[in-house]
């Protein structure tokens, strides 16, 4: 008989945490490298606060690295709003008023004026991008201390580049 091949089943989550987590350590000491090497030949001062929020990142990929399957269901989460987001966004275009997907938060003034709501190509805009900045900021906020010093840079240099 012959012998069928056998599938290879990858590494395990434990050992692909390890390996992402090598990664990381590895790609911050060549960045750290890369920008002492560019401030001496530039002439310029490299900002610590850059390379603190740098560190502070790579920190929060070896965390989320170390729960692949927590990732994945998150993912899958954002995955199912989307097509919810799809399926709204389709019976409004027939004739249809569902409830939305994703709304603003109390006071965001962003999006205060009537045509996120009535321009149904707006609407569908705002809420892409409330799910997506959601899904990013739910990402790097674990749960655990929220008084956390390197969890409130964390959120903080989150919220900057989602907003």
């Given at each position: 008989m012959d012998k069928q091949p056998q599938?290879?089943?990858?590494?395990?989550p434990e050992?692909?945490?390890?390996?992402?987590?090598?990664?990381?350590?590895?790609?911050?000491?060549?960045?750290?490298?890369?920008?002492n090497r560019q401030?001496?030949?530039?002439g310029q001062v490299v900002r610590p606060e850059m390379m603190?929020?740098?560190?502070?990142?790579?920190?929060?990929?070896?965390?989320?690295?170390?729960?692949?399957?927590?990732?994945?269901?998150?993912?899958?989460?954002l995955w199912q709003d989307y097509m919810r987001l799809w399926q709204t966004t389709a019976q409004r275009m027939m004739g249809q008023d569902p409830e939305p997907v994703a709304v603003p938060e109390r006071g965001d003034r962003r999006f205060k004026d009537p045509?996120?709501?009535?321009?149904?190509?707006?609407?569908?805009?705002?809420q892409s991008y409330l799910l997506s900045s959601r899904f990013v900021l739910d990402q790097a906020r674990p749960d655990g201390d929220e008084h956390d010093r390197n969890q409130q840079k964390v959120d903080f240099y989150t919220r900057q580049f989602v907003d």
């Open positions: 599938a290879d089943t990858g590494a395990s050992e692909l945490a390890a390996i992402m987590g090598d990664i990381a350590q590895r790609s911050r000491s060549l960045v750290e490298d890369f920008v401030a001496v030949s530039d603190q929020m740098a560190q502070t990142f790579f920190e929060l990929t070896s965390r989320m690295m170390s729960s692949p399957a927590e990732l994945l269901q998150a993912q899958f989460g045509a996120w709501n009535d321009n149904l190509l707006f609407d569908f805009i705002k």
